[in-house]
């Protein structure tokens, strides 16, 4: 970080401004200009608040060079984290450093038949996860909330009869005690800067699944997943799932730099949902094997088994039988990239 000094600062404030920042455990490098002074910060400069320091009176103008995150950064982290969704499934679902997973399921689990026809179906076109969510955030408060409580335990039993691992949405820390037997905690969009939340799940071990908000830049982004891993969980799984652009075609806009840009600065695995992030079914296996071909680790992808009569997202679900055939052609994708040697 440097700091640009306003001419002829006043000695008293400049010689308080460097106290504080040694006392921060930073080291500083004066360099003396004809016009100007700058101040280079030296070490870990994530704890400082550049906004404070703009604000001072004899700063001109404060510049990062060091992102602000650390634990997410892959310049303390080169090699690229592998997350394993066997803690208690036994399942062999990897994701990150070259290995790749399926997350496929319906927007809710709506009864058993539903959930377990699903899990069934998906699994056999090759899915490495059941997602489904328990507790739904939905912007209308008269539309379907979830099963709750009886959803994770629909869950549940499909894991028992498949074996897959399971996804699910947490919306607040105090449904955490259902979540004992889950194997993937997802944050949802609308929750990626619950900050008090995030702290909590960096208390836990468990993988967390956390998708960029509609709004996020992917700083903050980056930034949340600080939250998580500066807790002390190292099992971070970041999803882009579309931003909100001036384009009303599609739901979202699906951000697919995000995937090369996450990648370059990061060492987390990224996963794509291009359900939320177009709206429709009809663009899903597109958007899925674009997300393939940019370097994605993952999907995670709405199915469902009746789509017309879902009570959330039927719009953008698609049928097990659209999953198999897009199953087939990641494989493909996949296939040729690797022999491309990408
Ligand atoms: C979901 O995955 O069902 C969901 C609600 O997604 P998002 O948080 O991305 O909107
Ligand atoms: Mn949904």
Same mark, same amino acid.
């Given at each position: 970080?440097?700091?640009?000094?306003?001419?002829?600062?006043?000695?008293?404030?400049?010689?308080?401004?460097?106290?504080?920042?040694? *006392?921060?455990?930073?080291?500083?490098?004066?360099?003396?200009?004809?016009?100007?002074?700058?101040?280079?910060?030296?070490?870990?400069?994530?704890?400082?608040?550049?906004?404070?320091?703009?604000?001072?009176?004899?700063?001109?103008? =404060?510049?990062?060079?060091?992102?602000?995150?650390?634990?997410?950064?892959?310049?303390?982290?080169?090699?690229?984290?592998?997350?394993?969704?066997?803690?208690?499934?036994?399942?062999?679902?990897?994701?990150?450093?070259?290995?790749?997973?399926?997350?496929?399921?319906?927007?809710?689990?709506?009864?058993?038949?539903?959930?377990?026809?699903?899990?069934?179906?998906?699994?056999?076109?090759?899915?490495?996860?059941?997602? @489904?969510?328990?507790?739904?955030?939905?912007?209308?408060?008269?539309?379907?909330?979830?099963?709750?409580?009886?959803?994770?335990?629909?869950?549940?039993?499909?894991?028992?009869?498949?074996?897959?691992?399971?996804?699910?949405?947490?919306?607040?820390?105090?449904?955490?005690?259902?979540?004992?037997? =889950?194997?993937?905690?997802? =944050?949802?969009?609308?929750?990626? *800067?619950?900050?008090?939340?995030?702290?909590?799940?960096?208390?836990?071990?468990?993988?967390?699944?956390?998708? %960029?908000?509609?709004?996020?830049?992917?700083?903050?982004?980056?930034?949340?997943?600080?939250?998580?891993?500066?807790?002390?969980?190292?099992?971070?799984?970041?999803?882009?799932?579309?931003?909100?652009?001036?384009?009303?075609?599609? %739901?979202?806009?699906?951000?697919?730099?995000?995937?090369?840009?996450?990648?370059?600065?990061?060492?987390?695995?990224?996963?794509?949902?291009?359900?939320?992030?177009?709206?429709?079914?009809?663009? =899903?296996?597109?958007?899925?094997?674009?997300?393939?071909?940019?370097?994605?680790? @993952?999907?995670?992808?709405?199915?469902?088994?009746?789509?017309?009569?879902?009570?959330?997202?039927? *719009? *953008?679900?698609?049928?097990?039988?659209?999953?198999?055939?897009?199953?087939?052609?990641?494989?493909?994708?996949?296939?040729?990239?690797?022999?491309?040697?990408?």
């Amino acid at each position: 970080m440097i700091i640009i000094l306003k001419q002829n600062p006043a000695t008293k404030q400049l010689e308080s401004l460097k106290e504080w920042i040694r *006392q921060m455990g930073l080291d500083i490098h004066v360099s003396e200009g004809t016009h100007a002074t700058i101040l280079g910060l030296v070490g870990d400069t994530s704890v400082v608040d550049i906004d404070l320091i703009g604000a001072m009176e004899i700063v001109d103008k =404060v510049q990062r060079i060091q992102e602000p995150y650390k634990a997410a950064n892959r310049k303390f982290h080169p090699d690229d984290t592998i997350i394993s969704f066997d803690a208690l499934s036994g399942s062999p679902a990897k994701v990150g450093g070259g290995n790749f997973v399926m997350i496929a399921g319906p927007c809710s689990v709506e009864s058993r038949p539903q959930i377990m026809e699903i899990a069934e179906k998906v699994k056999e076109s090759g899915a490495g996860a059941l997602r @489904g969510g328990a507790f739904k955030p939905r912007t209308s408060p008269y539309a379907f909330q979830g099963m709750e409580a009886e959803g994770i335990k629909l869950l549940l039993e499909a894991k028992k009869q498949t074996g897959l691992p399971i996804v699910t949405e947490i919306m607040d820390m105090s449904q955490m005690h259902h979540f004992d037997d =889950v194997d993937v905690i997802q =944050v949802g969009a609308r929750n990626m *800067q619950n900050f008090l939340m995030l702290k909590e799940l960096g208390k836990t071990k468990k993988p967390i699944l956390l998708k %960029r908000g509609f709004s996020s830049t992917i700083q903050e982004l980056l930034m949340s997943a600080e939250y998580i891993l500066s807790g002390g969980n190292p099992n971070v799984i970041l999803c882009e799932r579309g931003i909100r652009t001036i384009e009303t075609a599609t %739901r979202n806009t699906l951000d697919l730099s995000a995937i090369p840009v996450i990648k370059e600065h990061s060492h987390l695995p990224v996963i794509v949902d291009p359900s939320h992030a177009t709206g429709h079914a009809k663009y =899903v296996p597109s958007m899925s094997l674009a997300a393939v071909a940019a370097g994605a680790d @993952g999907l995670m992808i709405e199915v469902h088994n009746n789509p017309s009569m879902a009570l959330c997202d039927g *719009q *953008q679900s698609i049928t097990p039988e659209a999953f198999d055939r897009l199953a087939k052609s990641v494989h493909t994708i996949r296939t040729g990239m690797e022999q491309a040697g990408r």
